[in-house]
């Protein structure tokens, strides 16, 4: 493991724990015993490690304010991957948190070369879409922008201020160590994510309160810089924030291997949450990488390894919500009872009810869009 992490690159994590020694991230794994109801994801350790949660689950516990705030980079069909996130969110919301969901459009522009129409077109269309026939609701969400902060011209003064004022808190060295080769879009991109994390703290949002940020690994950078920008704002007026919390999760493997991520430039990486359950099916198939044996003859003398099974990962990360019957699946795979198809195919079938389910609630959703943008 490099002592730095790219943000905007595609190289995988394969080290997490090594990752959360390096960085100084805490584990989570005390945290979600606190929680009520936890995710799928908290219990079986795929949100791996924090940041000052504690604060964050004090506040649900004892029901008091708090705001999640997480980022969408629009690049393209929303998948499972996705899908991580927006469960987290609508966790959060469920449990009386306050949303704020930011489309990274400048961020996308400048490091994706994207115009910003189609980028409007497919954070709602792809993402906000899915998010709400997921179970995102309206009220008590803040859905919006980076290149349109808000109608209310005090706020987005307020958020564009911040994104100013955050620059002259950072030097250039301390930037290039942070993220290495940097360009005038990135250091773009940097302040207008410090804003994005920090704003929800000013008087003109809700004002100070705890703040969580639920990322994957890769996106620490952001977090630890915006972390120390936070603190040297103690001496203007006004800016006093509390520290940013932050949750980080670990990448559901792509299709093709357990060192691979989805992506959504190859369609045979991933399961959109509109691929038809036929489609879904095929990719299952044909591309899911299989930890079975060669034969059947081998497979049933030496079973199957589940570390890179990539059918059994995405049980374990979201289709199989009972351990016990997770714990059965694994225990027949590797005991060469359970052949490769049989695994594949109870996956297929749990996935097929979740397609169905979803894409009928994804068209009741399109009618609460303007919901989420009128604000």
Excluded at 145 to 161: C, W
Excluded at 186 to 195: C, D, E, T
Excluded at 245 to 263: C, E, N, Q
Aim: proline share 6%.
């Amino acid at each position: 493991m490099q002592n730095r992490i790219d943000p905007w690159g595609s190289e995988v994590v394969k080290d997490y724990d090594k990752l959360e020694k390096e960085f100084g991230m805490e584990p989570f794994e005390p945290m979600a015993r606190k929680l009520p109801d936890p995710l799928v994801y908290m219990r079986r350790g795929v949100i791996f490690g924090h940041r000052d949660f504690g604060r964050i689950a004090d506040c649900i516990r004892q029901e008091k304010p708090y705001i999640m705030l997480t980022g969408l980079m629009p690049s393209g069909k929303f998948h499972l991957g996705h899908k991580m996130v927006a469960d987290q969110i609508i966790y959060y919301q469920q449990h009386r948190g306050k949303v704020y969901l930011c489309v990274a459009d400048i961020e996308a522009y400048n490091m994706r070369l994207a115009s910003l129409p189609e980028l409007r077109k497919v954070a709602i269309e792809e993402y906000l879409t899915n998010y709400i026939a997921l179970g995102l609701k309206p009220k008590n969400c803040d859905f919006y922008f980076q290149s349109e902060r808000s109608k209310d011209q005090g706020k987005a003064n307020a958020y564009y201020r911040l994104a100013g004022m955050a620059a002259q808190k950072i030097t250039f060295n301390e930037m290039k160590a942070v993220y290495g080769k940097i360009s005038p879009g990135k250091i773009m991109s940097v302040m207008m994510q410090v804003a994005d994390i920090l704003h929800p703290e000013l008087p003109e949002f809700e004002g100070r309160a705890p703040v969580v940020v639920p990322v994957g690994a890769d996106q620490d950078p952001h977090l630890r810089l915006t972390r120390d920008i936070a603190t040297r704002f103690s001496t203007d007026k006004g800016y006093e924030f509390i520290l940013p919390s932050a949750t980080y999760h670990k990448f559901m493997p792509g299709l093709k291997g357990i060192d691979t991520k989805m992506s959504s430039s190859d369609p045979y990486s991933y399961i959109a949450l509109t691929d038809s359950p036929k489609l879904a099916k095929e990719k299952i198939m044909k591309y899911a990488f299989s930890g079975g044996g060669n034969s059947v003859e081998e497979h049933r003398k030496h079973g199957g390894n589940t570390k890179v099974d990539i059918p059994y990962h995405m049980l374990f990360y979201m289709f199989e919500p009972d351990d016990k019957k997770l714990a059965k699946i694994r225990q027949d795979y590797e005991s060469g009872k359970m052949l490769t198809g049989e695994l594949k195919q109870i996956l297929v079938e749990k996935l097929t009810a979740f397609l169905e389910k979803h894409q009928e609630a994804r068209k009741k959703a399109k009618d609460s869009v303007s919901d989420f943008l009128e604000k």
